[in-house]
């Protein structure tokens, strides 16, 4: 795995320095900016005149206006094949590769140090985690982040494709599931743990293998 996606000011030109004040500069700035438009105050003024100048452009051409032209289907919008990874903070780096392995058999494919932090990357089969150690920090989970009224991951969701051998895995591992068991879902069922961190992991089993949600009635 490229190094860069988990360290983004990497392989840009830009320094670390120069993006954190990049960031707080754009926190400050109550506008939002936009390739070829300006946001806020300024977009119906730009707007407007990007209307004008293509009117007046279809006109000296002889060409039909149309301005069904300026709105993209979604049909023609970027697909995203599938998630490429989660980057977390973590206690314990070689009790989180460790766990990690044993339980979901992920192996470690890339590991290094930046600033002094140790990172690295576990991967199985498609899904990766890029983790940092960061020993000095304490995580919240769910009810905590709702306690201090704070945004955060509620939980990320593995996907399995066999009962028994997950159920094998919870028995010889000890591994506590939360919640009083299996939670049955109207397509899945899903069973909750927590890794060495802290950090609540849903696996999830959907029936048939196959990803269905129910229709809204409303």
């Not at 990497?10 to 438009?37: D, E, K, M, Y």
């Not at 946001?39 to 000296?60: K, M, Q, T, V």
């Not at 766990?99 to 140790?118: M, N, S």
Request: net charge neutral; proline share 3%; glycine share 10%.
């Amino acid at each position: 795995m490229d190094r860069h996606r988990c360290l983004p000011w990497r392989g840009s030109g830009i320094s670390r320095q120069t993006l954190v004040a990049r960031q707080r500069v754009a926190r400050r700035s109550h506008s939002v900016r936009f390739p070829g438009l300006g946001l806020g105050l300024g977009f119906g003024f730009g707007f407007g005149f990007g209307l004008r100048h293509i009117r007046d452009l279809s006109r000296r051409r002889g060409t039909e206006y149309d301005p069904s032209v300026l709105f993209v289907s979604s049909r023609d919008l970027m697909k995203i094949k599938h998630l490429d990874h989660i980057n977390l903070s973590v206690a314990d780096f070689d009790k989180t590769v460790d766990w990690y392995g044993r339980i979901f058999d992920f192996k470690l494919v890339e590991e290094a140090l930046q600033d002094g932090v140790r990172w690295g990357v576990i991967r199985s089969g498609e899904a990766l985690l890029c983790i940092f150690e960061h020993p000095e920090r304490r995580h919240l989970d769910r009810f905590q982040l709702g306690d201090h009224t704070l945004h955060g991951m509620a939980h990320f969701g593995l996907r399995i494709t066999s009962e028994s051998e997950w159920l094998e895995i919870v028995g010889r591992e000890q591994v506590p599931i939360l919640y009083d068991g299996v939670i049955r879902w109207p397509h899945s069922q899903a069973w909750y743990v927590n890794d060495p961190t802290g950090y609540e992991i849903e696996v999830a089993l959907w029936n048939n293998d196959q990803i269905t949600f129910t229709k809204s009635t409303d």
